[in-house]
């Protein structure tokens, strides 16, 4: 009999047990019906002062890409070509901490470690334009940054009282290059933008600005939590010098400022000019925003979907075993290790066509629904919600082969089902539950097969962001397609034990 043959014979067993196909018709149903219920149960709004309003979307960049544009900007507008040279002389700064006395605010002096001031190329004033710059930061040296997304490293100093960095950024057309140079005389590039839709017309000039100090905090349980202080961080430039056709007086502009209620900036930045020299002030960051939810959270009910094709799985192989019908299915076709190839593709392929449409429907459904009840999620690319969308149906269909691999390995039900929860379910819900140490959950979705959930996340780790990347938050330790893959070489595994058990026991 031809591996054809049995797939097809494998195929008829399991559309022909209403309790098979019941089950994986309920793998769909758990995925939409608990993301869309999710969903519809999440409201969001925002107060200004005694009045709840709607919260406002966030800012999007050049690309789409969900984006915080906060700084303080002193600018010129430049028409064509031009060039900006400028002495950062020093750094300093401010952080907001928790009060030790009642009504008595606790600043303390310092500067955040992506505290950032230098030279910027942007295309308006509006928050989300596109923009290119040129900076130094409070730990990470000197970096060029451009559409908020793409980070550079230049040199790894900073700036003291007596050991300045000298910044430069010139446009030629569409391309932005940035230089640093120790002394204004001998200069290096840090890195070139390439700013497609730059009109004629720009502003150019120095900025600054200072996400806010992001503590860890350990909580009883073992697990962590994050808090982000306001901070601020102020430059001292002057030699600047600008080259170009450019007109009027320099503008100071807040970009991205809220205003209390009575209509005054909300922490503002500011200007303090004395003859060349510029003090600048600012808060807030020019960054990605990984602060909103991501379109797989709405896949709540894929850790449900996923126990019941456990189950299918497990039981579309002991059923056999339990009935005594593996004997008729070995007589039929003697090689014991293509029966058992066959019915792990039919059971992943039903597996996975069935979380493919519980996924495809819930994702854009229930985002919409979500920004529908004022609760915000990052944007991402088809490429991306394509792969988070299989991902999960992948997910799904992998763990079911090894689901069906340890049936044949225990050829008892419960056991089997039990094994698969403890290895798939389990280290998930622990390590993303916030209960165990952050680096206990990291190594926990490294090396069990819960490793596979990887491919649904949807947002990367930037660098250039402070932020709690933990399992917790959504961030997993392992590349997308590096922890599928782990899934599948555990599934690969077990499947091949199954195969060798098969083969050196009788049935």
Known sequence: ????????????????????????????????????LFATGSHSSCSKGPVEV??????LGPDGTAVVDRFYFVSLPLDGNGAITARVNSMTG???????????RNVVPGVVPWAKAGLMVKESTEQGAAYAAIMVTGAHGVRMQHDFTEDVAGGPQGVSPGRPRWLRLSRTNDTITGEESPDGKQWTVVGTARLSELPARVRIGLFAASP??????????????????????????????????TSGTWSRDDIGVDYDVDGTPHHPGGLVRNGGTFTVTGTGDIAPNTTEGTIERTLTGALIALVVAIVVAVLFVTAEYRRGLIRTTLLAGPRRGRMLAAKAVVVGAATFAAGLVGAAVTVPLAVRVLRGNG????????????RVIAGAA????VSAVLALALGALFRRSAPAVIAAIVVLVVPYVLGTASILPDEVSRWLLRLTPAAGFAIQQSVPEYEQVISHYVPAMGYFPLPPWGGFAVL????????????????????
């Open 212 to 245: 806010p100090d992001v503590r860890v905090e350990s909580n009883p349980l073992g697990g962590t939590a994050t808090a982000g202080r306001f901070s601020e961080v102020t430059a001292m430039m002057d030699e600047i010098s600008v080259g170009g056709t």
């Open 94 to 104: 401010q952080i907001r901490l928790p009060d030790a006395t009642p009504g008595v």
């Open 394 to 397: 992948g997910v799904l269909a």
């Open 488 to 507: 599948c070489a555990y599934a690969a595994l077990a499947l091949g034990l199954a195969v060798r058990r098969l083969n050196r026991r009788d049935v």
């Open 375 to 386: 609760i915000f999620t990052l944007p991402v690319s088809t490429l991306t919600q394509v």
């Open 54 to 59: 709607p919260c406002p979307a966030p800012t």
């Open 1 to 36: 009999m031809s591996f054809r043959h049995v797939l097809l014979a494998e195929w008829t067993k399991l559309r022909t047990v209403r309790g098979w196909v019941a089950g994986l018709g309920a793998v769909c149903l758990a995925v939409v019906g608990l993301g869309l």
